[in-house]
């Protein structure tokens, strides 16, 4: 179950990537491969559980929680933020900080969070927790570069944004809306028919709500894989300190990288955290050290990911990605 896959899994889940829910027969015919073959490889990946497409709610606001552990309990302590509710991510790391997640919280309940909640978690000695100012790149948005424009252009990318997007964020969600929400969580590929019948509505409706949540940005789908299994086993966790006035090159190189997952601009020592990846530590220590990115960079600490106990809101379970 370890290990890479093989180059047509790997392009299958780089056309997953661009959407989720996208037929096999569109990724087949973008990716010039027999239907059949794709089919058969994309459903063995899903139905082992190697990867998961699901929804994800995009957060209002969020902090990022680094925390340091009592010895031997760095495991049990990840484990346990990612069993959370609100958390999206967590990782045990090397480095000064034993673990990291990102958790969803909105300004009013961070002061119960961070004075009464985490100080009970299983393991922690200490923390630290920096809101999250925004998102130049969420894991939604990472493309690792196993497709060209030309085959990602012919998946599709069906989110754009509503044209009235303000207009339409204030319509509260109703019950067939959550229902639909929540069966995209266990499942982001569940066929439009199954969602009908679990929320009471036609199918025409439910495929206009589908379509409606994700580009109004209510949901996001994403597909949950660990990146070893696609070239880039090597992953760390970068806290980047730079000089205001060189912060938008510095933020430019870094999303110019297709090894770059994730970045988020925080409040507290770091202006931005990085999740990077890369094909070993060779390949990362280039990158540190020779991108040109690197040269704007003020201070740089880095914290190898040991293990993911949550990604994308999916926690890991025993050889597969569990709700």
């Known amino acids: 179950m370890n290990g890479t ?10 056309a997953l990537q661009v959407d989720g829910r996208a037929s096999w027969k569109r990724i087949a015919d973008a990716l010039h491969e027999p239907e059949r073959n794709v089919i058969r490889y994309g459903t ?3 139905e082992s559980g190697r990867i998961a497409v699901t929804a994800l709610a995009v957060p209002d606001s969020a902090v990022l929680v680094r925390v340091q552990c009592a010895p031997g309990t760095v495991r049990v302590t990840t484990n346990a933020l990612a069993q959370r509710r609100d958390c999206i991510f967590a990782y045990a790391l090397t480095g000064s900080a034993d673990c990291v997640a990102e958790l969803v919280v909105s300004p009013d309940a961070l002061p119960q969070l961070i004075l009464d909640e985490l100080p009970g978690t299983v393991g922690l000695v200490r923390f630290s927790a920096d809101p999250v100012l925004s998102y130049p790149r969420t894991v939604n948005e990472w493309h690792p570069g ?9 998946v599709g990318e069906p989110d754009a944004p509503h044209p009235d997007l303000d207009r339409a964020m204030s319509r509260p969600l109703d019950g067939a809306d959550q229902t639909i929400v929540r069966e995209l969580i266990a499942d982001g590929r569940v066929s439009s028919a199954s969602l009908a019948r679990t929320a009471g509505i036609s199918e025409p409706t439910a495929r206009r709500r589908l379509a409606m949540l994700r580009s109004t940005r209510r949901i996001q789908l994403r ?3 660990e990146p070893g299994l696609l070239g880039l086993p090597t992953e760390a966790m970068l806290w980047i300190k730079a000089r205001p006035a060189q912060l938008p090159q510095l933020l430019d190189g870094i999303l110019a990288s297709p090894l770059v997952r994730y970045v988020a601009t925080t409040t507290g020592e770091y202006q931005l955290v990085a999740n990077l990846t890369a094909p070993n530590e060779a390949a990362l220590y280039r990158t540190l050290t020779t991108a040109p990115w690197a040269e704007h960079v003020q201070a740089l600490e880095v914290d190898m990911v040991l293990f993911a106990g949550k990604r994308s809101g999916r926690a890991k379970g025993a050889n597969s990605w569990v709700v």
Not at 146 to 154: F, G, H, N, P, Y
């Open 5 to 14: 896959l093989n180059p047509l899994e790997q392009r299958i889940v780089a």
């Open 44 to 46: 063995a990946l899903l």
């Open 146 to 154: 196993i497709l060209t424009e030309e085959e990602r252009a012919a």
């Open 223 to 225: 597909l949950v894989v």
